[in-house]
C-alpha cells in the first residue's frame, strides 16, 4: 500500500459517507412513482438530499421537509424548511405544525412519502398540549448531556411531542404511508431512528422515565403532567398504522461493508467488531486500545479494525466535544504512542456533538505533538474538550454537510 496511513483512512471514511448518499441509495428502492396525490413529507439532516433524490426519480412532488441549516438542497416541488439541531428552535415546530397539517384530511387514494434520517428527533418537533417549546429545549439539553444511549433518549422524545412514536403517520391516515429510512441508530430499530414518526411505539411514558433514571434524567412536573395527559404515541395495534409501510435503505452495516471493500482491495485484511456499539465513548476507546496493541504485539501483518454505532459522552467538563473526537482523545491517550497503530473517528453527517467537526484522527505522534505545543490531552479528556484539543494540532476532520448520516465510523488501522 503505498498511501500514508492518514490517507488510507479518510479513504476508508469517504467511502463509507459516499453509499450511504441518498442520490446513490435511494433510487434502487423506488417503485414508480403512485397515481392519485403524492405527498412527501419527512425530516432528518439527510431528507432535503433524500427529497432531492426522490424528485431526480419522479420529478416535481408536493411536499415539506425539514432539515438541518445548512444541509438545505435545491428541489422543485417540495419545499425544505430548515431548522436547528440538536437543540429545536420555533422553525422547527412551525414546520412540524404545518407538516400535520398537510396529511390531515387525505383520503384512501392518496400516498404519503416520508423521508426520514437521523436528526428528526430533533427538527420534527411540537411539543404536547401543556409544554412550551422552551420546556422540550431544556429535556432535550438533559438528554444530550446525561450519557444515555439514543434509544432510551428517543423514547421519551416520543411521549413530548405530537409527531414522533407513529403519529405522523396516523394523521395521514386513511392514506397509504410509505417511509424510507436512512437508520443512524444502533441495531437499526424503524422505531428509534428519528423517534419513529411512522412507526408504533409499545413503550409507556412509565417505561422511558424508568430506563433513564439511572441518568438521572427526570422531568419537571408540569412537563410530566402535560406527557401524562397529552402525550399521543400509536400503540402496535392502531388501526391508523394498518396502511404504513417503513423501508430501510441505507444504514452503518452498509457503510462499513463499503469500507472494508476499500480496505481489502488496498490488501489490508478487515475485522469489524460490529455496526451497534454503544456505551460511554473514552470506556469503549480504552477496549479498543488494549485490542489494537494486541493485535500489533501479535505481529500478522496489516490490518484494520472497524466499528459502527453510537457512543455517548457524559458532560463533566467544560470543553467543546463530541464522541467521536472524544473515543479519538480516549485512545490516544490509552495508547501512549504506540508505534504503528493510527485512527480515525468521524460522524457521517460531518457533524460529531454540536460542532460542525466530523471527528479526529490520531497517529503514535499524537500525544508528543500536542505537548510539544504546549496542549496537554489529559486535562482536554477531563474537560470534554476533544475539539479544541485536535484542532489545536490540526488533527481534526472536516467534511461540511455530508447530506446523510448513518452515525459513528471508526476506524483503527494497525501497521
Same mark, same amino acid.
Given at each position: ?41 419527512? +425530516?432528518?439532516? @439527510?431528507?432535503?438530499?433524500?427529497? !432531492? *433524490?426522490? /424528485?431526480? %426519480? ?5 411536499? =415539506? &421537509? ?14 425544505? +424548511?430548515?431548522? @436547528?439541531?440538536?437543540?429545536?428552535? !420555533? *422553525?422547527? /415546530?412551525? %414546520? ?5 397539517? =398537510? &396529511? ?312
Amino acid at each position: 500500500m503505498k498511501q500514508d496511513p492518514e490517507s488510507f483512512l479518510r479513504d476508508l471514511f469517504a467511502r463509507a459517507v459516499a453509499v450511504a448518499d441518498p442520490t446513490a441509495a435511494l433510487p434502487g428502492v423506488l417503485p414508480a412513482k403512485p397515481e392519485g396525490r403524492v405527498v412527501v413529507v419527512g +425530516a432528518g439532516k @439527510a431528507s432535503a438530499r433524500m427529497a !432531492e *433524490a426522490l /424528485e431526480s %426519480a419522479w420529478g416535481p412532488c408536493e411536499g =415539506l &421537509v425539514i432539515t438541518r441549516y445548512g444541509y438545505e438542497r435545491p428541489c422543485a416541488g417540495i419545499r425544505i +424548511a430548515s431548522a @436547528a439541531h440538536p437543540v429545536p428552535d !420555533e *422553525a422547527g /415546530e412551525t %414546520a412540524t405544525l404545518e407538516m400535520l397539517d =398537510l &396529511v390531515r384530511g387525505l383520503g384512501p387514494n392518496d400516498t404519503v412519502i416520508c423521508l426520514i434520517s437521523g436528526g428528526a428527533s430533533s427538527l420534527l418537533t411540537a411539543p404536547v398540549p401543556g409544554m412550551t417549546l422552551e420546556d422540550l429545549k431544556q429535556v432535550n439539553a438533559d438528554l444530550l448531556a446525561s450519557g444515555a444511549p439514543i434509544s432510551a433518549m428517543n423514547a421519551l422524545r416520543k411521549h413530548l411531542c405530537q409527531a414522533k412514536g407513529g403519529q405522523l403517520a396516523a394523521a395521514a391516515y386513511p392514506a397509504k404511508v410509505v417511509s424510507y429510512l436512512i437508520s443512524d441508530v444502533p441495531g437499526d430499530d424503524p422505531g428509534m431512528i428519528g423517534s419513529g414518526p411512522t412507526v408504533a411505539e409499545p413503550e409507556t411514558l412509565d417505561a422511558a422515565l424508568a430506563a433513564l433514571a439511572a441518568f438521572d434524567v427526570t422531568l419537571s412536573p408540569h412537563v410530566e403532567e402535560a406527557a401524562r395527559a397529552h402525550g399521543g404515541v400509536v400503540t402496535p395495534d392502531d388501526m391508523r398504522l394498518s396502511t404504513t409501510q417503513n423501508i430501510l435503505f441505507a444504514s452503518p452495516r452498509q457503510s462499513l461493508a463499503a469500507a472494508q471493500e476499500v480496505a481489502e482491495a488496498a490488501g489490508v485484511p478487515v475485522e469489524i467488531l460490529g455496526d451497534a456499539l454503544e456505551g460511554e465513548a473514552r470506556d469503549v476507546a480504552q477496549m479498543q486500545a488494549s485490542l489494537a496493541i494486541a493485535k500489533m504485539q501479535a505481529a500478522k501483518g496489516p490490518l484494520v479494525i472497524l466499528s459502527g454505532g453510537e457512543l455517548t459522552v457524559t458532560r463533566r467538563g467544560d470543553g467543546v466535544g463530541g464522541p467521536n473526537a472524544e473515543f479519538a482523545l480516549a485512545l490516544a491517550v490509552a495508547l501512549e504512542g504506540a508505534k504503528g497503530v493510527y485512527a480515525l473517528a468521524c460522524d457521517t453527517d460531518g457533524v460529531d456533538g454540536a460542532a460542525e467537526v466530523a471527528g479526529a484522527v490520531v497517529g503514535p505522534e499524537t500525544l508528543a505533538i500536542a505537548q510539544a505545543n504546549g496542549v496537554d490531552a489529559d486535562q482536554a479528556l477531563a474537560r470534554n474538550d476533544a475539539h479544541s484539543f485536535f484542532e489545536k494540532i490540526n488533527a481534526q476532520v472536516v467534511t461540511g454537510p455530508t447530506l446523510t448520516n448513518v452515525n459513528d465510523f471508526r476506524a483503527i488501522f494497525v501497521v
